[in-house]
């Protein structure tokens, strides 16, 4: 069973930064798919960055040059650096593992960027 724990989030001024990490239990990244979504209110959840098993790396073109998705395989860790914030990237940001095509989330971490 894959568990998902997100931590990081915080308030932040525009153009500051901040460092999500997601640590992953129950799923090895050699075998994982993770990723990185967000979601505002009134909003649909969507993805913000992804970062396959093989280490493929793809992102929204709204987060492009700002965000950095990384992996530590030796701490089952996914982190998201977030660089350049801007108030539109206010959102409760969540963690996503796809694992054999079952999905898992995290709880979701806060992040909100005052203008």
């Known amino acids: 069973q894959v568990q998902l724990v997100e931590s990081g989030g915080g308030l932040v001024q525009a153009g500051g930064s901040l460092r999500l990490s997601c640590a992953a239990s129950g799923c090895i990244f050699s075998r994982c798919n993770m990723g990185w979504y967000r979601q505002s209110p009134g909003e649909q959840r969507e993805l913000v960055a992804g970062?396959?098993?093989?280490?493929?790396?793809n992102y929204a073109e709204s987060v492009k040059g700002r965000f950095t998705i990384s992996k530590d395989n030796a701490k089952n860790t996914v982190y998201l650096q977030m660089n350049s914030l801007k108030p539109e990237d206010t959102a409760v940001y969540y963690c996503?593992?796809?694992?054999?095509?079952?999905?898992?989330w995290g709880q979701g971490t806060q992040v909100t960027v005052s203008s």
């Open positions: 996503r593992a796809t694992r054999y095509g079952i999905v898992t």
């Open positions: 970062i396959t098993s093989s280490d493929f790396t």
